[in-house]
Nanobody
Framework: QVQLVESGGGLVQAGGSLRLSCTASGTIFRLNAMAWYRQAPGKQRELVAVIPNTGTTIYADSVKGRFTISRDNAKNTVFLQMNSLKPEDTAVYYC???????????????WGQGTQVTVSS
């Protein structure tokens, strides 16, 4: 009933930039916090950034000062602006969102399928 679709991944040189987007669709009464995670080969999935419905954004130490998370509530979309990219940023990036699908303010967690980001030296 709810789908999250990521886009914007690709291949970029070190020092370059990419902008990821994730749009939620389906039966959505309310979107709460949205987030980006990433997983490199052989590594655990890690939190990259979170943007709450209200409050301040948070970032992993490894991306502070380089990545910016934002959202467009009218379009049910979250973005991740990635600047000064490093080879160690190479990973599959996943979108996550807490969604109220019933109008009862009971939120359930949903994941996108992921988008590949590759940063060359």
């Amino acid at each position: 009933q709810v789908q999250l679709v990521e886009s914007g991944g690709g291949l970029v040189q070190a020092g370059g930039s990419l902008r990821l987007s994730c749009t939620a669709s389906g039966t959505i009464f309310r979107l709460n916090a949205m987030a980006w995670y990433r997983q490199a080969p052989g590594k655990q999935r890690e939190l990259v950034a979170v943007i709450p419905n209200t409050g301040t954004t948070i970032y992993a130490d490894s991306v502070k000062g380089r990545f910016t998370i934002s959202r467009d509530n009218a379009k049910n979309t979250v973005f991740l602006q990635m600047n000064s990219l490093k080879p160690e940023d190479t990973a599959v990036y996943y979108c996550n969102a807490a969604v109220d699908t019933t109008g009862t303010r009971v939120f359930r967690n949903y994941w996108g399928q992921g988008t590949q980001v590759t940063v060359s030296s």
